[in-house]
């Protein structure tokens, strides 16, 4: 299994929902990150965690809630998001992160489009 | 400050030529670079990566030179396909991986 899988893959909430967005690969990685992407623009970085531990927040505002149940699920819990939030977000795996003598790439899955009323 | 760019936005090629995509950086701690292809609606691909120690490296039709004293890499695609017509993105990083800065991307055209 050399996939990462995202759900939904289209989400569409008002400013005052809660909803998740989940993430899962079983290729053995022990980093997991989500970015966002508006249209037209590269990935940005929001979260990084390494063995299930948050290691880097890029000062991502606080309606935005990150959370590794385990080291092969990573969720993403929103509430009272803006309409500007609305982008696509992506999560991506690697092997771990900063081990000395393995460069390694990040593995995307395909994204959940989220759309803010 | 934009650490990783890509110059041009849009390049057009003709089926069978050669493609040169473009990426310069500022941040000389950079010691990892990645090229992602993607598609509209999906996830971003991998497609080849170079570290430092090495100025290029090769994987079937994708070719990724890295040219340190220039920050600069580019990634050659020979012979193009129209399948290859997608946005690239280069990536870099400073810690083996860890936070990737992406460029802005270049959309490929292959043209039959």
């Known amino acids: 299994d050399t996939e990462v899988t995202q759900t939904p893959k289209h989400l569409v909430m008002g400013m005052t929902n809660k909803k998740s967005l989940k993430c899962e690969q079983h290729?053995?990685?022990?980093?997991m990150y989500w970015y966002k992407q508006k249209a037209k623009k590269p990935p940005e970085l929001m979260f990084v965690?390494?063995?299930?531990?948050?290691?880097i927040n890029e000062s991502v505002p606080s309606r935005f809630s990150p959370e590794c149940p385990n080291s092969s699920l990573l969720n993403l819990h929103l509430h009272a998001l803006q309409p500007e939030d609305s982008a696509l977000y992506l999560c991506a795996s690697s092997h771990a992160v900063g081990t000395v003598d393995i460069y390694n790439e990040q593995f995307f899955g395909p994204g959940t489009r989220l759309t803010v009323l | 400050d934009q650490q990783v760019k890509q110059n041009s936005p849009s390049l057009r090629v003709q089926e069978g030529r050669i493609s040169i995509l473009n990426c310069d950086y500022t941040n000389s701690m950079f010691d990892y670079f990645l090229w992602y292809k993607k598609y509209p609606a999906e996830g971003p691909t991998f497609l080849i990566s170079i570290s430092s120690i090495k100025d290029k490296n090769e994987d079937g039709r994708f070719t990724v030179f890295l040219n340190k004293s220039a920050k600069h890499l580019s990634l050659h695609i020979v012979p193009s396909q129209p399948g290859d017509s997608a946005v690239y993105f280069c990536?870099?990083?400073?810690?083996?991986?860890?936070?990737?800065?992406f460029g802005q991307g270049t959309e490929l055209s292959v043209k039959p």
């Open positions: 965690y390494s063995y299930e531990k948050l290691s």
């Open positions: 990536a870099a990083s400073a810690d083996q991986g860890g936070k990737l800065i």
């Open positions: 290729m053995g990685h022990r980093a």
